[in-house]
């Protein structure tokens, strides 16, 4: 069991072992080695020893006074110095009854510092029967003091050992139940059951774990046994290590080795704890691909796991294939149509949609029609840009002037070839944005606002003074959250101590990165006309000495 290296002990496998108390060893001592274990020592002192003797009688029957007998008794093993437990009073007469030709007698022994003196007792009662010197005179009458001489002519010992509770007995000896076990009615040490604990020797009832809880063996010895139990479950097509149907620990490490063409699929997997999902999935053999179609990285015949990444290519498009549980799907080599562009364009701004057709074995035919589906030509008010046909791909791009993007307009790309015929629609979708200063008396908290209306999504806002630096202690920015229901966005600057006369812009970044902005005018007065703060009307002109509220650039 144990290996000693550089003077070093490691345990090399494990096995039970336990205390001979015979010998105060443990039982596999001499296959250590030189390694010196402790002796062990689980005998504890008995409580009590007894003999109960059954003497039968002849020359006449018990007195009726059962005193007599006693004293008869008591004389006839003062003359025999052999009894020497019963002459020092070491070992005495507890009991005695007496009818008819029989006597029932029972000793005890007064002090458990000594082995069971008893025996000596009953062997040498034994022998003075067989002799026939065990003879008693009893005096009949105490008036005629009558003698009778009564021979003991068979005798019957019963021997027995009281142990202290949670101790076996063992012949003479007693063995205290240890950790992990507990004397049970019948008297005799038992495991405890799964599901419970003794984590001390010497106890009559184990300890049940708490609920949801069990252990995994018998006679565990303590409450760190108590675990989450899981049962491996059933594998197809492979097995586990430990096996089906055993009951783990949850955190158990379960090995899975599946049969040939099969696996845990992807990533390869074989170590699991007992509450994971595992199963052994068919691979999927890489089969001949249609034409114009290819793997990517991989080859034909080739065998690959359940929900490995695998990709097909087609006239330049990449798509996924999937392997389910030994199942090989391709998707179809399709032509594919697609548009981008139009999104969160500031109204009043140039826009450009772009189609692109992809997976395409000939040149097609891309035109733009607008949402009346009138088809757009080069030159009237539109610019239209055409790629050529390269790689199995081709595409178009519709540039859409300024005037033409006062509100939202839907486009269409059609795209016509052999065998395909597709169109996609587009929306071109405008923002605008409000923009409104103020006006507070001088140390006042002032507030600017931009708002931002159509968007179809939140848009980044940053903020700048176009006649200093921001400083950072003065003002508080937000860009604002975008309301999904309204479209709308509110950006804002707090300007905590207004003190003087400033422009401030507002930034926005559309989809397509370009930034557009507005100014605003903060005023700051002395005193207002009417002794109250007023917020600028949108797009106010003020005259003489006031400023345009914002301009766009």
């Not at 999937?322 to 594919?336: D, Q, V």
């Not at 700051?524 to 509220?549: I, N």
Request: aromatic letters at 6%; a negative charge.
């Amino acid at each position: 069991i144990i290996n000693t290296t550089n003077g070093t002990s490691t345990l090399q496998q494990s096995q039970t072992i336990w205390c001979d108390w015979r010998s105060d060893t443990w039982s596999h001592a001499s296959d250590t080695g030189d390694i010196k274990w402790d002796t062990c020592n689980a005998k504890v002192t008995a409580t009590q020893f007894t003999l109960a003797v059954d003497l039968v009688l002849s020359g006449g029957v018990c007195p009726s006074d059962v005193i007599l007998f006693r004293n008869a008794l008591s004389t006839w093993f003062s003359a025999r110095p052999d009894y020497t437990c019963i002459l020092n009073n070491t070992c005495r007469i507890e009991t005695l009854s007496c009818a008819g030709s029989v006597a029932n007698v029972s000793f005890i022994q007064t002090t458990m510092l000594q082995s069971n003196l008893l025996r000596s007792v009953g062997v040498k009662l034994e022998e003075d029967t067989h002799s026939g010197s065990l003879q008693l005179s009893i005096i009949s009458s105490s008036r005629k003091r009558d003698t009778v001489l009564l021979t003991v002519t068979s005798v019957t010992t019963v021997y027995s050992t009281m142990c202290p509770t949670g101790a076996q007995t063992f012949g003479d000896t007693c063995i205290e139940c240890g950790a992990g076990y507990y004397l049970n009615t019948s008297l005799i040490c038992d495991a405890c059951p799964i599901g419970s604990y003794s984590d001390l020797s010497g106890q009559l009832n184990c300890i049940t774990c708490p609920d949801h809880v069990t252990t995994l063996f018998t006679a565990s010895t303590d409450p760190s046994q108590c675990l989450h139990i899981c049962t491996v479950p059933e594998l197809n097509n492979g097995n586990s290590v430990p096996p089906s149907g055993w009951h783990v620990s949850n955190t158990t490490n379960i090995t899975v080795n599946c049969d040939s063409g099969f696996d845990t699929g992807y990533p390869h997997g074989h170590q699991y704890t007992c509450t994971a999902e595992y199963t052994c999935y068919a691979q999927c053999q890489l089969i001949t691909l249609a034409t114009n179609q290819t793997y990517k990285t991989l080859s034909e015949g080739v065998l690959v796991s359940h929900q490995q990444p695998l990709i097909v290519e087609c006239l330049g498009v990449q798509n996924n294939a999937t392997c389910n549980n030994g199942t090989l799907t391709i998707p179809p080599c399709l032509t594919r149509l697609e548009v981008e562009g139009g999104e969160n364009v500031k109204s009043r701004t140039a826009a450009e949609l772009r189609c692109k057709v992809s997976a395409l074995p000939h040149p097609a035919l891309i035109t733009w029609l607008t949402r009346d589906n009138h088809v757009i030509k080069q030159g009237s008010e539109y610019t239209i840009e055409a790629v050529s046909y390269a790689n199995y791909t081709q595409s178009s791009t519709l540039k859409v002037p300024a005037h033409l993007t006062h509100t939202d307009t839907n486009y269409s790309c059609r795209a016509v070839g052999d065998h395909f015929d597709s169109t996609v629609n587009i929306t071109l979708n405008v923002f605008d944005v409000l923009g409104q200063g103020d006006r507070v008396k001088s140390g006042e908290k002032a507030t600017l606002l931009c708002t931002i209306t159509g968007a179809r999504s939140a848009l980044p806002v940053t903020w700048s003074r176009v006649d200093d630096v921001i400083k950072l202690d003065d003002v508080i920015t937000s860009p604002g959250s975008w309301a999904s229901e309204s479209q709308t966005q509110v950006a804002s600057l707090v300007h905590r101590n207004a003190t003087k006369n400033s422009t401030y812009r507002c930034e926005i970044q559309d989809s397509q990165g370009m930034v557009h902005y507005t100014n605003l005018q903060l005023f700051v007065t002395s005193e207002h006309k009417d002794g109250s703060s007023a917020r600028l009307p949108c797009c106010a002109l003020l005259v003489s000495s006031m400023f345009l509220a914002f301009s766009w650039i």
